[in-house]
Structures are given as structure tokens and as C-alpha cells.
């Protein structure tokens, strides 16, 4: 079964600093994606990017770059220059299936929650 | 804002109660997914419907059952709550096709914070 692993829980940074959010997966899928979203205090959960296991470049937009290593099963997701607007629950997550499954529903880690502090 | 909305906002009822969570997708999009997010559970699937189908389960419990209706907004029902089922409940929509190649990302609604007493 998929499993997603983000072992920290919890991390405070002062603002400017860079922040690196780990997540590590498990799945016996060969085709599976992986996806990064922002939960800030106000609730709701927001899309910041999506990966296909086929697809192991690395991706930068902005201030925010994730690194995925498929050799090591991690996806993991650096803020440069950390805002206090960046301060909120993120959370990794994993779906399976080839092409064509019609489901891709989410598996969740655990969540990181980032405190930038002014 | 995903484009995905979600009614009411807030829910406050008792042990026992009956309550519906209502779901509008973004346009376009034909599939739904409900999700559960508890403190001591995190963010769990409950379950999938494609273009008025249920199509696939995850952890929902048998007093909870759902429905897409042919505009595709899409409604959860709970019943006989216990204080356990107290959580945010999120519905997400998809781009996703039938038989389409790729998972596409899940856009979320704002959430319905369900409060059971």
C-alpha cells in the first residue's frame, strides 16, 4: 500500500531563511504522481505542483523549487528567502495508477507545519 | 479561489443527527473526491464519483453515502453522527478523464467544518 512520510512536524525559520520540507513515499506502482499542497491558517488547501513518476526533472517557480530523487523515494520541497505569508501546514501527498485508472485519489502525509517568523 | 465551492461553511449538530455537505466542481470538471480531515486521522479519501459514478471507496464509514447528480455538484451524507465524525470536510475536483492517460491535481473547496455536540 502507498504511504507518505513527512517526519517533520513542525519547523520555525526567521523570515529570509531557506526552508527545506521533506517527504519521503512508498509505493509498489511503477506509475504514480506526487503533488505538494499549502494549508494556511485560514483553512483551505492549495495546489502547488504535481509530478509524474515518468518525469524527474526538477521544477522551480519562483521562490519555491522541489527536488524529486527517485532513487531515494523523496520529494522534497525548499522556500527560498522564507516570507511570513509562506507560514503554513504543508502537505505532501501520493497517487497511484496507469494510465487510464480513472482514480487518482490522494494518500497524505502527514504535514509539515512552517512557522516564518518576522 | 480553485473554483470549487463548497456549502455551508460551518455545521454545529448534535450526537445522532443527519446532515448533507454540498459540493459545486469547478467547471468542466467531471470527477469529485470527499476527504476527511481529523486531528488524530489527517487528510483520509472517502471517496470518488466520475460523471454521476461512484468510482472508487476509501475509508468511509457505512452510515456515510454519497452522490453525483447530473449538473455534477455533488452531496455527502452523514448520519447517525457520533462526536468522531467532528472534523473539515473537503471536496476536491479533477480534470480527469475516462480513460485519460494522467492523474491530473485535485483543486479543493474551501472546506465544511462539521462540529458534532
Known amino acids: 500500500a502507498q504511504k507518505v512520510t513527512q517526519a517533520q512536524t513542525e519547523i520555525s525559520v526567521v523570515e529570509k531563511e531557506d526552508v527545506t520540507l521533506d517527504c519521503v513515499y512508498e509505493t509498489r506502482d511503477t506509475t504514480y504522481y506526487l503533488f505538494w499542497y499549502k494549508q494556511p491558517p485560514s483553512g483551505e488547501l492549495v495546489f502547488l505542483i504535481r509530478?509524474?513518476?515518468?518525469?524527474?526533472q526538477n521544477e522551480i517557480s519562483g521562490r519555491y523549487s522541489w527536488n524529486f530523487q527517485k532513487s531515494t523515494s523523496s520529494f522534497n520541497f525548499t522556500i527560498t528567502a522564507s516570507q511570513v505569508v509562506d507560514s503554513a501546514v504543508y502537505f505532501c501527498?501520493?497517487?497511484?495508477?496507469?494510465?487510464?485508472?480513472?482514480?487518482?485519489?490522494?494518500?497524505f502525509g502527514k504535514g509539515t507545519k512552517l512557522s516564518v517568523i518576522p | 479561489d480553485s473554483g470549487v465551492t463548497q456549502t455551508p461553511k460551518h455545521l454545529i449538530t448534535a450526537t445522532g443527527q443527519r446532515v448533507t455537505l454540498r459540493c459545486s466542481p469547478r467547471?468542466?470538471?467531471?470527477?469529485v473526491y470527499w476527504y476527511q480531515q481529523s486531528l488524530d486521522q489527517g487528510l483520509q479519501f472517502l471517496i470518488q464519483?466520475?460523471?454521476?459514478?461512484?468510482?472508487a471507496k476509501g475509508n468511509i464509514l457505512e452510515r456515510f453515502s454519497a452522490q453525483q447528480f447530473p449538473d455534477l455538484h455533488s452531496e455527502l451524507n452523514l448520519s447517525s453522527l457520533e462526536l468522531g465524525d467532528s472534523a473539515l470536510y473537503f471536496c476536491?475536483?479533477?480534470?480527469?478523464?475516462?480513460?485519460?492517460?494522467?492523474?491530473?491535481?485535485?483543486?479543493f473547496g474551501p472546506g465544511t467544518r462539521l462540529t458534532v455536540t
Open positions: 467547471s468542466g470538471d467531471l470527477s
Open positions: 476536491a475536483s479533477s480534470a480527469e478523464t475516462s480513460g485519460g492517460a494522467y492523474a491530473y491535481e485535485q483543486y
Open positions: 509530478r509524474n513518476s515518468f518525469d524527474e
Open positions: 464519483y466520475y460523471n454521476g459514478e461512484e468510482r
Open positions: 501527498a501520493l497517487s497511484e495508477g496507469p494510465p487510464g485508472a480513472g482514480s487518482y485519489q490522494l494518500t
